[in-house]
Each structure stands twice: as C-alpha cells, then as structure tokens.
C-alpha cells in the first residue's frame, strides 16, 4: 500500500472513530438517564394500568385520594338550589391534605358550607379571603381537621381539606343557588363536571406586543392574497414565549409559573388525567381513578311540561301524583368528564310569557323578572349587508371532537351568508391565519373556498386568541359600506363570530380588549366541546353586546347553528325601559337589546314589593309595551341571593370598564359578607375544634386531579414514561453506537482497497 492510501485510510479511520465516539458518548448519557430512572422506580412499584400514583418530594409513592361527588338538585321555576358533597377519602397509612380545583357554573351563587366528619356538621362561615386562609392554615399546623372553599374564577373553585386521617373520609357539603336559563322555548342548567385545561399566555402587555409586531411587519401585515385562491397567510405573534403555554403540574406541589397576563396561573391548572379505560390508546398517560358523581333533581316547573331531556347522559323520569318530577341518572353514577345538561319545555297551551318572583329577607323585598318578548316582530333582513369576521379555535385543546364541532358550525354559517355580506375567517392557535388579507364578498366561489379552507384545519399548539380578536376588530373598523378599505365605519351590521372552547387563563385582558375595540360591532360566541369555559364564553357575549350557545355534539351543529345565525340578523326588541312601582336597585343597570328567542331578565332590590311594573321597548316593526303585576304573598326562596350574585357580577364588571378595583372589592366584600356568598375575596372556612393529627406526625399535601373531558385527544405532559422502557431505549442505543462504529471502521478499510480489489463487498 502506498503512502498516499496509507494517509487517506488513517483519515478515515480518524473520522469514524470520532463519528463512533460522538455516538457512544450519546448513547451513554441516555443510558444513564435511563438507569437513573429505572432506580428511582425500583423505589416503589411502576404505575399499573388505571391507576394514578403520586410521589412525593423524596421519591416515595403515594395512594392517591379518592373523591366521589354527589349532587342533589331542588328546581323550583326559575330557580334551583344545588347542594354538591365531595367526598375526600384518604387510603394511605398517612395524614394527608387534600386540594381539589373544580367547575361550578358560573352564575353559581355559593351561600353556605358545611364539613361533615361521621356523624358531625360543622358549618362554615364566610370571611374574607386572607382572614380565611389564615384561620386553615393555623388549624392545620395544629392539627385540627378544617376545610376551605375559596372562588378562583366565577366558574373555578379550590377546595382545600386538612388532616384527612388514614383510611378515613372527609366530606365538604356547599349548596348554592343558580338561576335557570331560557332559550328559544327551552329551559334548562348546566352542571360542569371537569373542565378544560386553561393555556396560560405569558405577554406582559400583550396590546404593546401586538402593536409593536405590526410596526416591525409593515406593509405586509395585511397584504391582499391572490384572488379566489384559499391562500394560508400566517403572522406569527411570540406571545408564548417564556416557557408558558401548556404548563406540567405536579400533583403535589404547584409548578405553575404565575404570568404577567395570569398571576393566579399556579391556582387555576390542576392536574388532568384520563378516566379508567379512556382513549386506551394513548399507552404512556396515567389514568385516574374513576372519578364519579350521582345526580338526583326535583323539578317543579310551575307550569305543564311536555318533554324533559338530558343533552349527554342517560336518565330516568318519574312523576309521582301531585308532586315534582324526579330525575336521575340510569346508571346510577357517571364519569365527571363532561357537562351535564338538563333541559325541559312547557306545552304550547302552558308555555309561560312572563314570570315575577319575590322574596322577602331582613325587611327586604328581592324581584327575579323574566318577560318573554312579543315574537314574529322581526324585520325581514335578507337586504340588509353584514360584515362578518369568523374566528375559529385551532389550538391543541381543541383537538378530538371539538374541532370538527367546530369545523362543522363554522361551515354551517358560511353556507349561510348572504350574496351582499362580506366575511372572512381568522384560525389562530400560537399564531393566527386568515382566509384573505380583508374581507370579501359572499359570492359563492367565495363560500365554497371558505368551506375547503376550513376543511383542512387542524387543531395543535397554543390559545393565543388575543391577536387573533385583535385582528378581527381591525378588518370589521377598515371596511367602508363598499367593502373597501380607508374608512373608519360601515353602514352594514358588522359582527364578529368567535368559535372556541373558552380554554384561556387570561379572561380579563380579552374582555378588555372586546370592551375597548367592540365600537359599533356585536361579538356572538359559540362554545365548543363537553367541557367549554363558560364563564369566558357568555361574559365575551355580553362585552360584545351580542349572544351565544353551546355546542357539546357534532349532532347539535344544525339546530343550534340556526338558532345563532336568526340572532345575527337582527334584534327582537331594543331601547327597553322598566319602570318600577319603587325606587329599586336593579341589575343589569343598562338593559341589553334582545335577541330572537331571549328573555328579559332582571334582578332587583326593592323597598316594599307592591303594584305593577311598566316596560316599553322598541321592535322592527313597532313600539311594544306590556305591564306586570307583583303579587306580594307569594315568597321564593333563593331570589335574595341571585340579586345580590347579579350585583357582584356588575361591580366586577365594572373594573373593565374603568372602575377603581379597591373600591370594586369594598363593595363586593360588603355584599357578600350580608348575604353569606363566596366572592373573589371572599371564602368559607370550618374548623373542628378537636385536635386529631399528633404533633410528631407530618401532613402531606396532594392534588386530586380532574378527568380529561370527553371526546378530547390532546395529550399534556405526561405524568410518566416505563422506567423499563427507559432502561431499554439506554441499551439499545448503546448498541446502534458500537454498530455504527465497528460499520465505520469496515467501510474506511474497504474504501482504502482500489474497487476491484472489493468488488462484490457492500457494508
């Protein structure tokens, strides 16, 4: 062998022996991190199949706490009292603490709690928030069994159970009152069972942020797309930037980072886990207990019903003779990983037009008003234009059924769209796109790229949806009455159609910008999926001076859809004024216009409840009036607490708009301590006396984790990942890094021979 080949061998000897080494040093760290595992599993045994374990600060596994949730409901009209009891029970050989964030409706109006150990209720009491949380934490460290409900958003509660004895239950009692909801003919209430994983953006300022994009893009935020082409355009907005986003939650301690944007982020992420046997595909998620409720109602309509249904969970009916109707679930129990939805009609000869409620408390008398406007006064309004921008969820919480509920409604309405409307369409997950540049005419080339382009979205990433609302109010405040742009208002009616899930930390700073940017436009939400934040979803619809809906079924697209799009057209009734027989403090202060199908409810504090009460408004096609009279012998239970609900939500309201927020929470701390409620600054907290956990005895704080909502595919962070496979992964790479190596070798070596000195050798 020559010189020349001799130094072109040693080369590549050289270069595959450092391509080896590189591989092996590679291998070898998986390797290690895999044994590293595999020992810390050996520690306890690996979790089996349905089963969540939960490991403590040292590495210890622990018995996760059970809960079982049992709900009883008493409908009487329009007002039903909830009492929910959650029961913790601990099944370690330790002193635990638990912690469980939960859903209630957000009209939910929480005016007492009891915590009962055996045979004994203690009953809570109402304080203010710090007071609280002080008075447990103190009852804790002593020992003492104590319990604390505390309001992390009007839908999101915590509940907090200390000094739960080994293998024994504590149970936390809350009832509330929530007023019913009508719709189009239909009453109802919903009762949330989980909830969807809030995203937490990360963007101090996020209207800076956004302005400050738009100046770095320039001219081309905004370019027109080629015409007739369902072109992609994407303006990516780093917003969650920061390690934010999706978060990891630790059942044991909070990892929640607070944000700018969501300072209570640690408290609104609880851990989500898959029900027993749920999506059995997903072979490395954990799976919880199979975390149930019971629900039992009595429902005294107040009139003859002609039908009585359950929207996603199989019931029973029984009436007995001269009774209420008793409603339960036909299995017994349910898996809580879907919103349970009651729903009942009156017959056509019973369907009641207008209701007053009255009760009467510490010298007080309370009003609930429903009044159902005159139908069939709307205007014909197929001449009338509308702008319309769609905005579409596409996030990673909306993956499973939601998106192609979404899909679906979203394509309903475009194929509803009138010839002289123009729209578009804004998808956003971390980022957003648009159907075009601007908006552009229905025409029906126009609709049917639409319908492909929204054909192939997808759901994944993140839920920054302040850019994408942003975005929305920007293109609706560019168009003129031509549809052009430069002009700063528009003679048509300009809308907005927001479709998500509601799964966002930052509910606040949306609700700012839809009250800051709304102008003369109406923003219409629809809420998607089994576990949508309804909260969000109604209060967008009430900043946007508009309405909303839920859809939990691809099987409710149609019916719901066309209910939404009769409300896009045109209100029912608008410029309402009530006259009340007495000064009274009435909530909501300014009455909204009406849409087809609503009613008007209001909520007032009066000083002798007597006489009649006067209401005019206007139509499409006429001035109407009716009067109502309020009959003082009747009483109502429950009606104080749903006025005073109505005035907290006012005054939180109000800080959006501007108010004072320290002296938003006076007023509101007042309110709730005279009625006994939960509030933002308010909690429940009970105390036994008796200390039970020894001094010497540590307590361990757990999570009891929510189940993943129903129909969702998302996968979050997973919990754990086979210690064995691990281990297996470390070998097996091991292996490929001496293979690639020894074949390394080989192939310089033969490189090294001249061809026919190899021929018919391949490595």
């Known amino acids: 062998m020559n010189t020349h080949r001799k130094l072109h061998l040693m080369n590549k000897l050289k270069k595959a022996r450092a391509e080896g080494i590189a ?25 089996a199949s349905g089963q969540l374990t939960l490991v403590d600060a040292t590495g210890n596994s622990l018995d996760a706490l059970h809960l079982s949730t049992h709900v009883a409901m008493q409908i009487n009209g329009l007002i039903a009292k909830v009492t929910v009891e959650q029961a913790f029970t601990n099944n370690s050989d330790e002193w635990r603490e638990g912690v469980y964030v939960f859903p209630l409706d957000e009209q939910a109006t929480v005016n007492a709690m009891e915590m009962v150990i055996g045979d004994r209720r203690i009953k809570g009491e109402i304080k203010e928030k710090a007071v609280a949380e002080k008075i447990y934490q103190q009852a804790k460290a002593e020992g003492k069994k104590a319990s604390l409900v505390s309001q992390q958003r009007p839908n999101l509660f915590t509940q907090k159970v200390a000094n739960i004895p080994p293998r024994e239950t504590i149970s936390v009692s809350l009832t509330y009152t929530q007023r019913v909801e009508y719709s189009s003919g239909q009453f109802g209430l919903r ?73 209570d982020a640690h ?46 969970h199989q019931i029973t009916i029984n009436k007995p003779p001269s009774s209420a109707y008793n409603v339960e679930l036909t299995n017994g129990s349910t898996l809580m990983d879907r919103d349970f939805v009651l729903q009942w009609r009156a017959t056509a000869s019973s369907a009641p037009q207008a209701a007053v409620f009255k009760e009467t408390l510490a010298g007080e008398d309370y009003l609930l008003l429903m009044l159902l406007p005159p139908q069939g006064q709307q205007q014909h309004t197929q001449s009338l234009s509308r702008d319309i ?8 919480s909306m993956q499973g059924t939601s998106i192609q509920q979404a899909k679906r409604s979203l394509q309903f309405a475009l194929r509803g769209l009138n010839p002289n409307d123009t729209f578009n369409i804004i998808e956003f997950d971390t980022s957003f796109s648009r159907f075009r540049s601007r908006p552009v005419s229905a025409t029906a080339s126009n609709v049917q790229a ?74 219409f939400t629809v809420a998607i999926g089994s576990a949508p934040n309804s909260y969000f979803m109604r209060k967008a619809a009430q900043f946007g001076k508009g309405a909303n809906v839920f859809i ?30 007495q000064q009274s403090e009435v909530y909501p202060q300014r009455i909204p216009d009406l849409y087809a199908g609503e ?78 409620l939960i509030t933002p600054y308010t909690s429940f907290v009970a105390v036994e006396e008796l200390v ?34 691990n281990l297996a992964l470390g070998i097996g790479l091991l292996l490929l890094a001496f293979a690639l190596q020894l074949r390394s070798i080989i192939r310089a070596l033969l490189h090294s021979f001249a061809p026919s000195e190899c021929s018919g050798v391949s490595v």
């Open 23 to 47: 591989w092996f040093f590679y291998a070898l760290l998986v390797f290690s991190f895999s044994l590293y595992t595999t020992q810390k599993a050996n520690a306890g045994e690996e979790p």
């Open 191 to 263: 009762f949330p069972l989980t909830l969807t994983q809030r995203y937490i953006p990360n963007g101090a300022n996020l209207a800076a942020n956004v302005a400050e994009k738009r100046k770095s893009w320039g001219e081309n935020w905004g370019q027109e797309a080629a015409p007739n082409t369902a072109e992609h355009e994407s303006k990516t907005l780093d917003l969650a930037a920061g390690g934010y986003g999706w978060q990891s939650f630790n059942p044991i301690i909070h990892t929640q980072k607070p944000t700018p944007q969501v300072p």
């Open 267 to 312: 408290l609104i992420s609880p851990p989500m886990v898959l029900a027993q046997g749920q999506y059995g595909e997903e072979q490395y998620e954990q799976t919880g207990k199979d975390n149930r409720a019971t629900i039992s109602i009595q429902l005294d309509a107040g009139f003859n019903v002609a039908n009585i249904e359950s929207l996603y």
């Open 389 to 396: 921008v769609f905005v579409v969820d596409t996030s990673g």
């Open 450 to 523: 639409a319908v492909s382009w929204v054909n192939n979205l997808n759901a994944d990433n993140g839920t920054e949806m302040y850019a994408a609302l942003e975005e929305a109010f920007d293109q609706l405040a560019s168009i003129n009455p031509n549809g052009t742009e430069n002009s700063k208002s528009s003679n048509n009616l300009q809308q907005v159609v927001f479709i998500t899930d509601g799964a966002v930390g930052n509910e606040q700073a949306l609700l700012s910008l839809i009250h800051r940017r709304l102008n003369n436009a109406r923003l």
């Open 552 to 581: 939990g079924d691809t099987a409710e697209v149609t019916h719901k859809m066309n209910a939404l799009l009769s409300k896009l057209k045109t209100t029912l009734v608008s410029d309402i004024n009530v006259q009340w027989p």
């Open 599 to 676: 009613p008007l409810l209001l909520a007032a504090k009066t000083s002798g409840a007597m006489g009649t009460i006067d209401i005019t408004g206007n139509t499409a096609l006429q001035p109407w009036q009716t009067q109502l009279t309020i009959n003082p012998y009747h009483n109502n239970s429950g009606v104080a607490q749903v006025w005073a609900k109505s005035k907290i939500d006012a005054l939180e309201d109000s800080k959006t708009e501007g108010a004072n927020p320290q002296d938003v929470r006076k007023q509101v701390v007042d309110v709730a301590l005279t009625h006994a």
């Open 692 to 725: 039970s956990r020894p001094a010497h005895q540590p307590v361990q704080t757990q999570a009891v984790a929510n189940l993943k909502p129903q129909g969702q595919t998302v996968s979050y962070p997973k919990t754990a990942t086979s210690a064995t496979f």
